[in-house]
Nanobody
Framework: QVQLVESGGGLVQAGDSLRLSCAAS????????MAWFRQAPGKEREFVAC????????YYADSVKGRFTISRDNAKNTVYLQMNSLEPEDTAVYYC??????????????????WGQGTQVTVSS
């Protein structure tokens, strides 16, 4: 079993930066794909970015490419999402997710087995 705990959300102004963290525990984390999703009120859960735990390759949604950076610290079992140039449209609950197997990038929420509880990010204009 895998447990994921997000932190780092908050209220910021447009143009500001924020870094989210996702602490993973419960099993060794080789060969896992880690991802960030977000869900705004009244909208479906949306893929943001993912990273291969062992190989470190990354993939981003077009809406965040160039502004957000996903990274991981294997020693700390933690995945990060650095968010720069935040826009009001980035306002959402951000979720960390994980799945076993990192050969392919997956953007569908149904492809991920484990989820955190979410952290709120609010960007004011």
């Amino acid at each position: 079993q895998v447990q994921l705990v997000e932190s780092g959300g908050g209220l910021v102004q447009a143009g500001d930066s924020l870094r989210l963290s996702c602490a993973a525990s419960g099993r060794p984390f080789g060969n896992h794909l880690m991802a960030w999703f977000r869900q705004a009120p009244g909208k479906e859960r949306e893929f943001v970015a993912c990273i291969k735990w062992t190989r470190g390759g990354t993939y981003y949604a077009d809406s965040v490419k160039g502004r957000f950076t996903i990274s991981r610290d294997n020693a700390k079992n933690t995945v990060y999402l650095q968010m720069n140039s935040l826009e009001p449209e980035d306002t959402a609950v951000y979720y960390c997710a994980a799945r076993f197997g990192e050969n392919t990038y997956y953007t569908g929420a149904s492809m991920y087995e484990y989820w955190g509880q979410g952290t709120q990010v609010t960007v004011s204009s």
